[in-house]
């Protein structure tokens, strides 16, 4: 928006796709659509949810198609317009999009004229689960030294990965236990965690394990602490040898 350049935009979730054409100058821009992010921990990653691997291609071409319209300047773009695809049912739907006046961006007073920090903006993760994480952080050198001390039996705590069973095949911190963030935020984790032994998180950068932490924490379990930087961190700073994705 700030260069005036259209934005060619798609998106895909499970079984549903979606593109558009937003360009400020001509029509609504990204933000007159959607003002504001959704709440931290709010929409589920690719690997919680799932993708329909084919609509990266359905959804792709169409951006394609609409990049060589406005290249060429042939056709009517997606300008204005919000392109709905469902894989399952096979139909494709068209919903308009109006400017906002009222926009922070493309509207008549903006209050955004410059780029801004989209990490703070968007949250990287809910006010609970930084409230947890807060004091209850651990490195992930902290973590091997914590593994060799229970190897060792100088301590004692249960390792618990919170990613999903097809990151957990990727590659993973030996030692851990496979309980995906699903079932702490359904319940059903808790009765699979030992009351006599503490409690310690990962997930795949620390994002996931802290929304976990928040609930674990809610349970009594005060104790409980997350790896800062996850499987990444892991990976990266002690076991390089694993793949990562």
Known sequence: VLLG???????????????????AEHGPCYRCLYPEPPPPGMVPSCAEGGVLGVLCASIGAIQVN???KLLTGIGEPLLGKL???????MEYRKLAVRKDPECAICGDNPT????????????AVSDEAADAAAGSTISVTSLEQWLKERDNGER?????DVREQNEFEINQIPGSVLIPKGEFLNGNAMSQLPQDKQV???CKSGVRSAEALAVVKGAGFADAVHVG????AWVNQIDPSQPSY
């Open 5 to 23: 350049k259209p934005y060619v935009w798609g998106s895909i979730y499970r079984f549903d796709g979606q593109a558009s054409v937003f360009w």
């Open 66 to 68: 609409e990049a060589i």
């Open 83 to 89: 392109m709905i695809y469902d894989a399952l049912e």
């Open 112 to 123: 955004v004229t410059e780029l801004i920090d989209y990490e703070t903006f968007c949250g």
């Open 156 to 160: 004692d705590f249960v390792l618990v």
């Open 200 to 202: 310690v998180l990962h």
């Open 229 to 232: 930087g996850g499987v990444v």
